[in-house]
């Protein structure tokens, strides 16, 4: 059969010619050296000859991975294949479910410790001594190196939810934890009676938009955030943002493909905030100048790997302030300025990304604005907390901005050395009702 | 370097194939082919390519020397000597600490010895090399003269790291002599490519898909979850492995090699016995050949050698208790297999055979997976519903569907449907033609849509798993 030796030797052909042409287009073309969007890194660079280097292995695995980083249209190339994958499967309406078999069991009050929790009820709300010691306190980490992911930016959710092209975390919260970051507020408070201190308690997203088929079966962020109020020294601050961001539930306070709220969100949370400080109130329209992009995927597609959200892209908006301030960014470790900034606060390798503001979680940021209303505020966050800043710049003085997770100082020293009037405690319900809120414990309960 | 890489498939292979072509001289082409597995082999790893050299030359004079005093006491000595030497390098390599950890168990002491880097397809490269002195002994082959051939050989980059277990026997004469028809490229390049597409589209997704059942607590999955994170996990054990022996064979037969087959679709199996006929076939052969008849037992030698066998099966796959007690698992059925007899297997509804043998074959792999033996009794107790989880919870059912079409791609694809429609198909000239450019389409759609999905293989995302 001779036409079927003429396909054979005709398929064989095609073989050898996609294996040499992709070969030999892969070695000349010009690489992608620029940074990895969609992977927030940059790409292996191409690796310099050393014999020791080549010995060890290291040249050849490095020049592996260069051929393979630096594939032209690399992260259009990985969206495509994601799309396909991302047909794998159906979902009854609409709603995608990754419920990992590691989720925290809160089930009951005890938490994830075996230190004796008191009944609430008997607890005393404003009485600093008779909330639990916690005993694992948290010790502070590395920060995330600028611009790659942060490896510990992950929360004690129930799994994630994709409900109407929207991912969300589910949430469930511990009374023990919220007890301990109660009574870490409520130390700070008793320790420093002159200083103004507010409690942003952030829900994350599936507080608004879960599905009722869902919200039932898991834990009620309005009610937790009560419970802390109700557990808090009446003089420290407690902020509703679940009610001020509810009246905006159908703007676009939340990002869709990432687990942060969105800028806007934080304005309103902000706003809110400011009414009650008695300074400026920011002004979304006159203070700020509205940025946004399109095609955008967030955390939960870029480190969730959520691979079906990259059918349904958002658009995201930023608010560049209009008025002059100064940027000072400190190394966690070293507490020395590496970086200053004039009237920029938002920095991003290609495409703008929720952390872009002050550097996102990588350093302790420093806020000078021209205000002169003799008020200074101390962020104590997560990285929910980062998107605060600018709208918190509009009133305050200066705005320190300090990650719980990797300041190594003396919270008390700080605050007395920079002659802070307000400490906000900025961070999502997932932190304040989960194993995180040891941080808050080791800065403050003492 | 893996088969699974871009940087082999479009890079290391084309140069590869491009000088081996090139030479007509059968003697350059072993060289060629020997400097490129040097390549591969250590590519990551350059120091143990003194290891590999080494350890060729002096199996290489073991193997000369059996054959000088082949059926003399002289050469008996020999190969008890380089069987001892070969055994002691895998023992060291691989089973020393396991050995000390259970010797210090048992004795409530510790031991320690600093960890050293395990040599790449350790397991199978010496296997190989005691399957050729015991053939040489035995006088099934002629002694390897050249230690070039030799070297070749042991050092074979499609078959060195991650097997088959190709013997001497099989690849010996075509090492001198070996011609490259057209149907050795058509098939070499069709193989190569299925198998890619069995590891890269297969075997990578259901593994992320395991992980996130198996990955963390187990005692939270119902028996629905259970039973299906078992079945992905047992698919993606068979696609990863079938995968990988599909590219060595495909590029074995680029280069003129026939590699026996290792897979032969097992879970169409009807008895254990068959099933283990039909999977990782390679190394059953080679304990059937080499250990079944070893003389130790006595009376006892055929359930010894039984015994011995599955022992030392489950022991080649891993250092690890779990894998002691997946071996004999399966030596236990094959034994009652054995006692019931053929005919009357053959008489029970094939139904319940195939039903039998999928239930066995399933939780086989849960002993498989967890090394950790509390685990396993967790699981195993989540896969009989008495942990409370309940069958299913009101995820357990979307979180199924949302990766249903995969499994079921999966699951045809344990079938031998092309080779039934080859088959079909054969019967006329003109069906042959199609299903030559069928199969050469689907090859070609496999190579192009794995090169897609390869792109992302070096993104090490910090999933946040651990939420």
Redesign the interface.
Known sequence: ?K???G??????F???A???T??VT??LVKRNTEY?ED?KRMP?SCPVFSWSS????DF??R???Y???T?PY?SS??R??DR??S??????DE???????????FNDDAGFDSTPIPDASTVTPGTATAMPESTNSATPTKAPEEGK???N????????VTYQKRAM?LYWGSKAKMQVYAAALNKLQANKPNLNVWSMNIPVSSAFYLPS??AS?YGDQKADANYIKNLLNRQIKFLDVYSALDKHKTEPIYLRTDHHWSYLGAYYAVENMMQQTGLKVPNLTKDYTHKSEDGILG?FY????QKHLVKWPETFTWYVPKFSFIGEYYDYSTMKVIKTAKNQMFFYYTKPFYDMVNYGDSYLAHITTSNQSGRSIAVFKDSFGNAIAPFLAAGYDEIWVIDIRYYQGDAYAFIEEHGITDVLMASCMLTNAGNKVSYYNNLFNR | MNFNDLFFIYAFLPVILIFYYLIPNIHYKNWVLIFASFIFYGWANPVMLLFLFCYSLLNYVFGRLIGRWCGKTAGKVILICSLTLNIGFLFLFKYIHFFLQTVGSICSCSFSLPKFALPLGISFFTFRVISYLLDVYWEKVETEQSFSAFLLFVSLFPCTTAGPIVRYSTIGPSIHERKIQLDDLFAGVVRFSIGLGKKVILADLLYQLTDQYLGGDVHLLTVSESWFSLLIYTLYVYFDFSGYSDMAIGLGRLFGFRFEENFRYPFVCTSISEFWQRWHISLGSFFRDYLLYVPIFGRMRRYGGLFLVWLCTGLWHGASWNYVIWGLYFGLFIFFESLLGKKRMKKIPVIIRHIYTKLIILIGFAIFYFTDLRKLGTFLSCLLGITGNGFANEFSGNMMLQNVFLVLIAIVCTFPIGVYIKEKMSRSSVWVGISCVGMSVWALFLLLFATLLLVNATNQPFLYTQF
């Open positions: 059969m036409y079927v030796k396909i054979k030797l005709f398929f064989v095609v073989f050898a996609v294996l040499i992709v070969g892969l070695c990895l992977e292996e080549l010995f060890k292995g050849t695995e020049l592996r991975v051929y393979s980083d594939i690399r190339i990985k495509f294949s396909i994958l047909y794998k499967g159906i979902s009854i709603i995608y479910i990754d419920i990992p078999n590691t989720r925290p069991t992911p942060n490896v930016e992950f929360y004690e959710s129930q799994g994630i975390e088929s869902l079966k955390s870029l480190y969730f790997d």
